[in-house]
């Protein structure tokens, strides 16, 4: 018989370290998690900003575009992100891998131009357990895709785009697109004076 309560439980499906988002959100750390969409990068130096100590961000060498303290700061430390420029689609999930293996970071942030097969996901999680018995703290693992996303194996999905705001507060739609113990929701993320709010928004 299906406990339909644990399906709206907000905690993910192991127990373990979490990290505690905006509106009471919960996710797990030593785990891998994917962000799509266009304002992928704004969560995750949410995500990142709720974290202490270093943050490693995995970035393909070639893109042209690059992180700008002045836009890191409002969401993040920008002293505590170290960015690791890969100059091969290969060495981005390497770098992903030995990152969060060594513990040493307390998020390990990959941009990725296509989708990974199975395999380097579940690599990554074991690698991200390994750094929680290494490291201070459990790193979490973002992989950031375009569009959609659709990573296979990743602990949750979300995705994230701007909207139109009357006011002159930033705001976003969130999506948690995929979890494994929490169905999909919606939420309309603004970023004010007072921090973050999140209200609930339809599904698609």
């Given amino acids: 018989m299906v406990n339909h309560a644990n399906l709206l439980d907000r905690r993910p499906h192991r127990d373990g370290p979490e990290l505690t988002l905006a509106g009471g959100l919960k996710v797990a750390r030593a785990r891998v998690h994917e962000i799509c969409g ?3 990068r704004v969560l995750a130096l949410d995500w990142a900003g709720r974290m202490d100590g270093p943050v490693i ?6 893109l042209r575009d690059t992180l700008y303290p002045a836009g890191i700061l409002p969401w993040c430390d920008p002293s505590r992100i170290i960015t690791v420029q890969a100059p091969h689609a290969r060495d981005i999930l390497w770098a992903t891998e030995e990152s969060l293996r060594s513990g040493a970071a307390a ?6 131009t296509d989708l990974p097969e199975i395999t380097p996901v579940r690599r990554l999680h074991l690698a991200a357990e390994r750094g ?3 490291g201070k703290e ?3 693992g973002i992989l950031l895709t375009p569009e959609r996303g659709g990573v296979p194996a990743v602990e949750t999905r979300w995705h994230i785009a701007p909207i139109p705001t009357k006011g002159r507060d930033p705001a976003w739609r969130l999506e948690r697109v995929r979890a494994r113990m929490a169905p999909p929701a919606a939420w309309t993320m603004v970023r004010g004076a007072d921090g973050i709010t999140l209200t609930s928004a339809p599904t698609r």
């Fill in 38 to 40: 266009h304002s992928r």
């Fill in 57 to 62: 961000w995995v970035r393909p060498k070639w």
């Fill in 107 to 112: 998020a390990v942030v990959a941009e990725l």
């Fill in 132 to 134: 929680a018995e290494r």
């Fill in 138 to 140: 459990a790193p979490i």
